[in-house]
């Protein structure tokens, strides 16, 4: 009897284990080699991104992942201004066993590069990127060898991805996609798994994008709550920061799977002591649920709203922050000269909304401070301005990025005024100065991923000055940062 018991208890174990997808320990090896301090910080062209894509190269081996085209490492140039710089995207796949959906590919992709390191006196400061992204290439590693070992569960093909220069611009990706290196036509779902690591601490997913797939968000939420995970962010916006952009610019539905930046996040603190193991498997396992059910299903089609959305057609709002320096002054428009010109600055939130390929609408709301040197003294006022600009695309900085462009704009403001001084004294609107001011601003731009730098010259329509004719005029160069 007491050897019974114990085999009923080995039996149970062995189930459990069974049950057990993804192998934790192998997670756990693939991230510490890969934010290893010996990789240097995996950048983008090193040594240590060279030494990082061996590595997943002998893993997606290892898997049984079967190699893309003949072969793992596919190499590719990228030239910036008098620079070139080699990158290397490790691409396998798992064939599916339906003899007609086998020719139809779900992607699951991770970019492994991130930002290397910086001199700190005689030592090397190294920004490992434990949780960006060597939880997103462990990830991808270990569902390949659960893929590979279950692949008469699938019907759709899966192309596994390690991608490489994501941090300097989504070169790897882009560089796929407009290469047709993988049949990109044929694509009927793309995931993008980055930064995974922090299950525990996030309190769930962000699955942004599960909408551009008919359906998509039912489906995920359905497999999410079956493996008790909580989706905290999802809907139809295309992550434009990750390797989804380039996909989700062709129509094809993808989503960013993310547990958010609760890591140390771009710092070189982003060790591998501080993922979470247990959830990173947790969610692989979520993940080869999804897989599954998209490789059964007999169609999968892009939601129409997003499909509209990639041929310029609706509102896609964007938020950041802005500040910005310059100079200000009064052209007294009724004398034969202009009040000097005085420090001027402002700060505050704007959006942009994309019109179409070449057009987007920028609204603004600032605080700022301007002037002029004054017959009474130096006049400053303070004021709220409300500026709604129209941008005009004029060159596309990286042809592959809509971020990264040059642009003119132009647009009205309005403002209003709620403080100032003209020497020691307070401004008196009620005898001399007005509130209000309309004018139009015009200027060029440069927008670079998440930062713009902008020109801006303003001049006035309304009087600043209620017993002569006072224009107010600047020129402010700002920087904008959007979250």
């Known amino acids: 009897m007491h050897r019974f018991f114990l085999m009923i208890i080995a039996f149970l174990l062995f189930v459990r284990l069974d049950a057990q997808n993804i192998d934790i ?161 044929r694509v009927k779902m793309m995931f993008s798994l980055d930064m995974v690591g922090m299950l525990s601490k996030y309190g769930g997913i962000d699955v942004v994008g599960n909408s551009t797939l008919n359906d998509g968000e039912k489906l995920i939420d359905e497999i999410a709550a079956k493996h008790n995970i909580k989706v905290k962010e999802e809907g139809k916006r295309i992550e434009m920061q990750t390797d989804t952009s380039p996909f989700g610019k062709k129509g094809i539905p993808s989503v960013h799977v993310f547990t958010s930046t609760v890591s140390p996040y771009h710092q070189p603190q982003d060790d591998a002591n501080l993922v979470d193991y247990d959830g990173m498997a947790k969610i692989a396992e979520f993940m080869n649920d999804l897989v599954v059910r998209l490789s059964d299903s007999q169609i999968l089609v892009p939601d129409s709203q997003f499909l509209a959305s990639i041929g310029g057609k609706g509102f896609r709002p964007k938020f950041g922050f802005k500040v910005g320096l310059g100079s200000a002054g009064h052209n007294y428009k009724d004398e034969y000269f202009y009040g000097k010109t005085v420090f001027a600055f402002n700060a505050g939130l704007y959006s942009e909304i994309r019109l179409s390929k070449q057009f987007s609408l920028q609204p603004e709301l600032l605080y700022q401070s301007r002037g002029s040197e004054h017959t009474w003294g130096t006049l400053r006022t303070h004021e709220f301005t409300v500026p709604l600009n129209i941008r005009m695309k004029v060159l596309s900085i990286m042809e592959d990025l809509v971020e990264n462009q040059a642009f003119l704009f132009a647009g009205p403001y309005y403002s209003y005024r709620f403080a100032g001084k003209v020497g020691a004294n307070r401004m008196d609107f009620d005898k001399y100065f007005t509130h209000e001011e309309v004018g139009i601003q015009y200027g060029l731009g440069f927008s670079i991923m998440k930062t713009q730098l902008i020109l801006t010259n303003s001049i006035s329509f309304k009087s600043i000055d209620k017993n002569c004719n006072v224009m107010q005029h600047s020129t402010i160069i700002s920087l904008g940062f959007r979250f």
């Open 25 to 185: 320990h192998l997670l756990k090896k693939h991230v510490y080699t890969l934010a290893d301090d010996s990789l240097m910080g995996r950048g983008f062209g090193t040594q240590g991104g060279r030494m990082a894509a061996n590595y997943i190269e002998n893993q997606f081996r290892d898997a049984g992942i079967q190699p893309w085209q003949g072969r793992y490492m596919h190499h590719f140039i990228n030239s910036r201004m008098m620079f070139k710089t080699e990158g290397c995207n490790i691409i396998g796949w798992v064939e599916g066993a339906d003899s007609i959906l086998k020719n139809e590919y779900v992607v699951v992709g991770a970019h492994y590069d991130h930002l290397a390191y910086y001199l700190k006196g005689d030592s090397m400061v190294v920004y490992n990127g434990a949780d960006d992204n060597a939880s997103g290439t462990a990830m991808v590693i270990e569902m390949g060898r659960w893929l590979s070992k279950n692949r008469d569960q699938l019907k759709r093909s899966v192309i596994l991805i390690a991608f490489d220069g994501e941090e300097s611009g989504l070169i790897g990706s882009t560089y796929i996609v407009n290469n047709n290196i993988i049949p990109v036509d």
